[in-house]
């Protein structure tokens, strides 16, 4: 719960978000309760990085405080991040990335 109140407050934008916070994020994924638009904008990094983006895919967290797969797999797609994508459809849980999420 501690860790979790270190990242209610930080608010990023995928392109915008600096490799400190990224890193922070990732190494802390499972921890970070309440704040899943963060892990969504860290996991639609701007660079094709499906360890990255296997960390939040693998993310032991309830759906609710889990980054939106379904988002990083349109923002992935849209920038032909082969690695990343493929990370993302070849999860098989129930909270998985939809590719037909955002009508994409």
Known sequence: ???SRVFQHISVEPATCPE????MVVKFCDCIL???SL????????????????????????ADHSA???????HHASRGHAGSVRELLEDEREHRALPDADGS
Do not use: M, Q
Request: with cysteine; charged share 25%; glycine share 2%.
């Open 68 to 74: 939106d797969l379904s988002k990083a797999l349109s």
């Open 34 to 36: 309440n704040n899943a």
């Open 20 to 23: 400190s916070i990224r890193f």
């Open 39 to 62: 892990k969504t904008a860290v996991c639609c990094c701007e660079s094709d990085d499906p360890v990255t983006v296997g960390k939040f895919v693998r993310d032991p967290c309830h």
């Open 1 to 3: 719960a501690a860790i």
